[in-house]
């Protein structure tokens, strides 16, 4: 069985200051997604990477998928009230069988930026 | 339509029902998923259509969940004598294609409470 761990669960900031958060597995991922999430909607992409050592940045958002690809960071640079909401990871692989079709996410970490 | 489509957003029903859970994807879209997402956790692979056929069955919990879709667009998840652990958010989402990397366009879900 795939999983994927998140970390921090819950996370409360003041706007300005800069967080990460991290997604770890023991499984070696094909690719990895992250997702913002708000209330009483779907989760809505950011980023996928698929490269070990791969940085994407996305304005104050940078990405990094681990050498092994097996984890992963989110880290926001100066954030924002606007950052707020449930940030998830998602994994996708074809080991043991697994189709592409299945996303393995994370728990979740609930990012809230205060004024 | 310009996204996908849930209906209804909300459903409530009584312990041992039956319940239909209807999704409309993005026009064109190939691929179609179902996932559950339970309260303060990420979605839950359910299944995954490519087309009319289930290319992956194996995150339904058991044969009280079933998941149709006959014409390769509009599917609908079935589930059968419900139990109130069965409450949750079920999201569905479309995409181009199946397989890796694709970008899958998720629906604002579905949320089911069993009484």
């Known amino acids: 069985t795939q999983l994927l761990e998140q970390s921090p669960q819950f996370l409360s900031i003041q706007e300005g200051e800069n967080l990460t958060v991290y997604c770890n597995s023991s499984?070696?991922?094909?690719?990895l997604q992250w997702y913002r999430q708000e209330p009483g909607e779907g989760p809505v992409l950011l980023v996928t990477?698929?490269?070990?050592?791969e940085v994407k940045k996305l304005k104050r958002l940078t990405f990094q998928f681990g050498d092994a690809r097996k984890d992963s960071s989110l880290h926001i640079t100066a954030a924002q009230p606007g950052d707020t909401g449930l940030y998830l990871c998602?994994?996708?692989?074809?080991?043991?069988?697994?189709?592409?079709?299945?996303?393995?996410f994370g728990q979740g970490t609930i990012l809230t930026v205060h004024p | 339509g310009a996204g996908v489509s849930q209906t209804p957003s909300n459903k409530v029903t009584e312990k041992g029902k039956y319940v239909e859970l209807r999704c409309d994807p993005i026009?064109?879209?190939?691929?179609l998923y179902w996932y559950r997402q339970s309260l303060g956790q990420g979605p839950e692979f359910l299944i995954y259509?490519?087309?009319?056929?289930?290319?992956?069955d194996s995150g339904l919990p058991n044969d009280r969940f079933f998941a149709v879709r006959p014409e390769g667009s509009v599917s609908t998840l079935k589930i059968q004598r419900t139990e109130r652990g069965d409450s949750a958010v079920y999201l569905c989402?479309?995409?181009?294609?199946?397989?890796?990397?694709?970008?899958?366009?998720f629906g604002q879900g579905t949320r089911l409470t069993v009484v």
């Open positions: 989402a479309s995409s181009s294609e199946g397989g890796r990397w694709a970008e899958a366009f």
């Open positions: 499984s070696v991922f094909s690719s």
């Open positions: 990477v698929v490269t070990g050592g």
């Open positions: 998602a994994g996708q692989s074809n080991a043991g069988g697994t189709s592409y079709g299945k996303l393995t």
């Open positions: 026009s064109g879209h190939t691929a």
């Open positions: 259509f490519q087309g009319t056929g289930a290319a992956d």
